[in-house]
């Protein structure tokens, strides 16, 4: 069946980004980036594989310290964009001031989370640097990796107080 004749697509082009204080652009491009450097990594250790019966050792630590990083930058994006997970059958019924409330409230607990993940994880950060942690593949300061955590999960919840206070503008659903 053509995409376009698929009942599960939405029809028409996808809609507009929401326009936001940040531009979503910071975590679009660091996706491609992220992803290019997936991809370079990937590509280089097959060639090396391939012509040499070896490997690179520091490239499944670094791609699975990227996969993590490319999830979390997607998810900011996804928040910032509200599309986030939810079950539409609740956040979508009732009126339209029950689904603003919802939409707030749902931002609202997506902030909180992310900084009390954020807050929770400096420990973490904090420990690794103290206690001179080495990556187990290459041996590289583990804070090097696990600073990121904070980072990350602090945009996010700025993205989310961002939609809390998009969605409590009149109008807004």
């Not at 004749?5 to 975590?27: C, S, Y």
Request: aromatic share 12%; proline share 8%; charged share 20%.
């Amino acid at each position: 069946m053509p995409p376009e004749n698929d009942p599960g697509l939405p029809a028409g082009p996808p809609p507009a980004d929401e326009p936001t204080r940040v531009p979503l652009k910071i975590e679009d491009w660091l996706t491609v980036l992220i992803m290019a450097a997936l991809a370079l990594i990937t590509f280089a250790n097959v060639l090396v594989r391939y012509f040499t019966d070896s490997s690179f050792a520091w490239t499944e630590e670094f791609s699975v310290f990227l996969m993590i990083l490319l999830a979390m930058v997607a998810g900011s994006a996804a928040v910032a964009r509200d599309r986030h997970i939810r079950i539409e059958y609740f956040s979508e019924a009732g009126s339209m001031a029950r689904r603003k409330r919802l939409a707030q409230f749902g931002a609202l607990m997506v902030a909180l989370l992310f900084f009390l993940i954020a807050a929770l994880s400096v420990r973490v950060v904090w420990d690794d640097f103290r206690f001179e942690e080495t990556s187990p593949g290459i041996g590289v300061p583990q804070w090097w990796y696990s600073v990121w955590l904070p980072i990350v999960c602090t945009a996010i919840g700025l993205r989310a107080v961002g939609l809390f206070v998009r969605r409590g503008r009149a109008g807004t659903p």
